[in-house]
Nanobody, 128 residues
Framework: VQLQACGGGLAQAGGSLRLSCAAS??????????LGWFRQVLGKERECVAA????????YYSDSVKNRFTISRDNAKKTVYLQMNSLKPEDTAVYYC????????????????????WGQGTLVTVSS
């Protein structure tokens, strides 16, 4: 699957941004995919900030974004979103969307090595 992320940009601390990631998959298979948002700062490992199982029934948020970020999916539009509120300067990073076909599994995936497809990354900069 190919992923195209957008929505990054510059925001002030306390502000909001919404990232979108559209997937190019055939038919109704998007609903089989576990989805995630990772972020990476130069010199650091990529970290999972939010993830959803294929059903959307299981969600994961890192402690650093819990209660501020919300991941959601629209299977009809084949798109996953990351709503980011109350942004902080430490949220500044390149954000990547990712997907894994979970035809044989379920649950929420939080490790980068568990995912097979990655978007190109979108830069989020939060000024103080």
């Amino acid at each position: 699957v190919q992923l195209q992320a957008c929505g990054g940009g510059l925001a002030q601390a306390g502000g909001s941004l919404r990232l979108s990631c559209a997937a190019s998959v055939s038919g109704g298979t998007f609903s089989r995919y576990g989805l995630g948002w990772f972020r990476q700062v130069l010199g650091k490992e990529r970290e999972c900030v939010a993830a959803t199982s294929r059903s959307g029934g299981s969600l994961y948020y890192s402690d650093s974004v819990k209660n501020r970020f919300t991941i959601s999916r629209d299977n009809a539009k084949k798109t996953v979103y990351l709503q980011m509120n109350s942004l902080k300067p430490e949220d500044t990073a390149v954000y990547y969307c990712t997907a894994k076909d979970q035809i044989l599994s379920s649950g929420v995936l939080t490790q980068a090595t568990e995912y097979a497809s990655w978007g190109q990354g979108t830069l989020v900069t939060v000024s103080s």
